[in-house]
């Protein structure tokens, strides 16, 4: 029987050695660092408190956290202003409250706690007030109330480690606002489309000094004037925040049929409130043109030139061959003569054909 050699056992040996430590690091290590990863989290409700509200009146409201941790925690509260907002509408928050937005709401809170220890899975209710000063500025004060796992002096610093979230609250003080909002671009992703499977994209620019939630129909209409499509633009009424341009991306349209030629598309959206509605509109154009259609019609164009082409040369040879052989005027004249109706009648065909799909291109 012949026997493994010794340095193929010494490293089978290391490998098994090298499995059974991968094995326990996975099992003692990685897993519970997983499972923890998994667990761990702080939740807060209502995410959004909006309303109007007239200098001078306090109000007040509450938020609820709520503990995800299979172990009792400590959480810390605190306020911050929105200065803005990123791409898709994610708010950016200052970064301390004596930065200075336009909008300040954040010194208009008064927390009734900064620190509160909710059990595990359990949920803690915090009360707090807000109070519109007499001297506020009419619009929209943006800001929100956060819950760490670290004091705000180290989440500050940038040197947190734990995790923390925020609600939104948006305050319109009510009196001489400005709402003012247009739409900035609308387009589509592509200008020819091989479908009735469109996508749309709208920027909207907010120049007032309060939120507004745009949204109203999106109409598609081909070249006859005929309507073939209404979706609703922004039916979850994000909102836009003041100076800020939102782009409303994936906006989409499916239509029912093969679909040709010219189209156009217009956008309509409202805001504002009731008895003070303002409209904006905007219009782009786009072509579709299924390659089912436009490839066999290209296709019978090139048959008809190259049919072309062909009796040009034969033509042109029989010319040659008449001229060299010395035949008659009148029979070379009557030869020629029936060549060149040929020839018009094969280029008045191709003529024709082309115009043809100008005009189905044009007004199908």
């Known amino acids: ?34 499972a923890t990863a998994q667990e761990e989290g702080v939740g807060i409700s209502p995410a959004t408190i909006e309303e109007t509200i007239d200098p001078g009146v306090t109000k007040e409201y509450a938020v609820t956290i709520e503990n995800l941790n299979n172990s009792e925690q400590k959480y810390f509260l605190s306020t911050r202003n929105i200065k803005g907002v990123e791409a ?73 480690v734990g995790y923390q979230v925020a609600n939104i609250i948006s305050i319109r003080v009510s009196g001489d606002a400005i709402e003012q909002a247009g739409v900035r671009e609308f387009s589509t992703v592509n200008f020819f489309h091989n479908s009735q499977d469109v996508d749309f994209q709208v920027r909207i620019e907010n120049t007032g000094n309060v939120l507004v939630r745009p949204t109203g129909p999106l109409e598609i209409y081909n070249m006859l004037g005929n309507k073939v499509g209404n979706i609703v633009f922004n ?28 189209y156009e598309a217009v956008v309509s959206p409202v805001y504002g409130d009731f008895g003070a509605i303002k409209t904006m509109t905007s219009t782009v154009t786009f072509w579709i043109l299924p390659m089912s259609i436009i490839g066999p019609a290209l296709g019978v164009l090139a048959v008809l030139v190259l049919l072309t082409y062909i009796f040009v040369r034969i033509y042109i040879k029989r010319s040659l061959a008449h001229i060299t052989q010395g035949r008659r005027i009148v029979r070379k004249r009557n030869q020629q003569g029936s060549s060149a109706w040929l020839l018009v009648t094969v280029m008045v065909l191709a003529v024709t054909a082309l115009f043809l799909i100008v005009l189905l291109a044009l007004f199908a």
């Open 235 to 262: 039916e979850s009424q994000s909102g836009v925040f003041p100076g800020t341009v939102e782009t409303f991306s994936n906006i989409n349209w499916t239509g029912d049929s093969l679909g040709f030629g010219r």
């Open 1 to 34: 029987m012949t026997s493994i050699p010794h340095f193929l056992s010494t490293y089978f040996i290391s490998c098994a050695k090298l499995v059974v430590v991968a094995f326990f690091i996975v099992v003692f290590f990685i897993f519970p660092i997983l």
């Open 88 to 160: 898709g509408g994610v708010p950016v928050f200052a970064t301390d409250n004596l930065e200075k937005t336009g909008y300040e709401l954040a010194d208009w809170i008064d927390l009734s706690v900064t620190e509160v220890v909710v059990p595990s899975r359990g949920k803690v209710q915090v009360p707090f007030v807000l109070s519109v000063p007499e001297a506020a500025s009419p619009g929209s004060h943006f800001g929100g109330v956060f819950i760490s796992v670290d004091p705000p002096d180290i989440v500050g610093s940038g040197a947190a």
